[in-house]
């Protein structure tokens, strides 16, 4: 994988998933991010491996594309276990989610004409790479938001995943359309294509939900997360929208309750699938954290030093984070937010945004666009 001898390789992942605990610990005393810490950690390893001319290998990158897909599905899963379908909570539900909507698509548009404007000539390649840059990382926001007032802290708890989940399906949304150029055409694949989805996400989440409650085997969850991952991958072979099969599965489970109404609730058991939810959030945690490990220390490690001195590049990522800050900033007034602090400075982009970056196809791939934006924008 990384070398010849592959207990090398199980010492240096090892250590690599050590040494971020730590760095999960340093982050908590000292408020430096973990996530800065991970980049450094990678970029010293950078260094190593060209000392020790140590060329990084091709496998490396494809075992990424895998740990990629897994990791999308697990954040998709994750966010959707952390929403609760209340009745009283739903103006709050409406309302973070339709800033999170606007924010996304203003924020996507103001990047694309900065990109386009200054990197990149072509318009639909300029809008690919502005997406991941407008998603909020609810990774980050989630523990930084535990000493915030409680309506705030579920505001952004809510905005921040319906970010993750928008952002995400707006980025396979554009890369299943790309070659279509009506826009009509567009807008009626991706109707049929979410209906078609949702339809299929209902019926395959209350049969696996059945399903899952009947079997006694203890070692059931990873069978279920693999038939997950199953799903997801033949929608993508049939161009099916298939986050939405992860998202409404997770809705289903973590409000089984609301879902399973009337005659559907003597087929059931409550208390079976509330310790099956909560199994699921340990799962998705410690996955979201091996991924976010091995994302980030390679991101450094492909980091391109020299674009950080580049006075162009920082120039161009200071109006990248200004341009999220206006933009979170016109959707707070639309909304008739007025007590706007700290929320308004709590839109870090990190673990999706890298993620979405590795996932550009070749096609689209601009060298002209410098790694060096993405690590500013992130740490900014």
């Known amino acids: 994988m990384f070398s010849d001898n592959p207990y090398n390789d199980v010492i240096a992942v090892c250590l690599v998933i050590l ?43 494809n075992m990424l594309q895998v740990l990629g897909i897994v990791g999308l599905i697990m954040i998709v899963l994750e966010a959707s276990l952390d929403l609760t379908l209340t009745r009283e909570k ?41 997406v991941p840059l407008s ?53 009626k694949n991706v109707s049929l294509n979410i209906f078609l989805t949702v339809a299929l996400s209902l019926i395959v989440s209350y049969l696996l939900i059945l399903l899952v409650q009947q079997i006694r085997d203890k070692a059931k969850l990873f069978l279920l997360i693999s038939m997950l991952i199953l799903l997801y991958a033949v929608g993508k072979l049939f161009h099916l929208s298939s986050l939405i099969v992860i998202l409404v599965f997770g809705l289903v489970l973590n409000n089984h309750e609301r879902f399973f109404r009337g005659p559907l609730n003597r087929w059931i058991n409550h208390e079976v699938l509330d310790g099956i939810t909560e199994e699921f959030h340990t799962v998705t945690l410690e996955t979201a954290f091996v991924v976010r490990t091995f994302f980030f220390v390679v991101f450094g490690m492909t980091l391109e030093l020299d674009s950080l001195l580049d006075l162009n590049t920082a120039l161009l990522s200071l109006a990248i984070v200004a341009s999220i800050y206006a933009v979170r900033f016109v959707c707070f007034k639309i909304f008739g937010m007025k007590d706007i602090l700290p929320e308004l400075f709590i839109a870090p982009r990190g673990l999706i945004t890298v993620l979405l970056f590795f996932g550009i196809p070749v096609a689209y791939q601009q060298s002209a666009f410098s790694s060096g934006i993405l690590l500013y924008s992130i740490l900014l």
Do not use: C, H
């Open 19 to 61: 040494v971020s605990y730590f760095f999960g610990i340093i982050a908590r005393r000292t408020n430096i991010p973990s996530v800065l810490l991970l980049i450094l950690l990678g970029i010293g390893l950078q260094f190593g491996l060209e000392a020790a001319d140590i060329p990084l290998g091709r496998n490396m990158f």
């Open 90 to 130: 739903r103006p709050l539900i409406v309302r973070s989610f339709l800033i999170a909507l606007l924010g996304l698509i203003g924020t996507t548009f103001l990047l694309t004409w900065i990109i386009n404007l200054f990197i990149i000539d072509d318009f639909f390649t300029a809008l690919v790479y502005a």
């Open 135 to 187: 998603i909020m990382s609810s990774s980050i926001i989630l523990p930084s938001v535990v000493v915030l007032p409680e309506t705030k802290k579920e505001f952004m708890i809510y905005e921040s995943t319906f970010s993750d989940i928008l952002g995400i399906m707006l980025f396979y949304f554009l890369l299943d359309q790309a070659g279509n150029e009506s826009t009509g055409a567009i807008i």
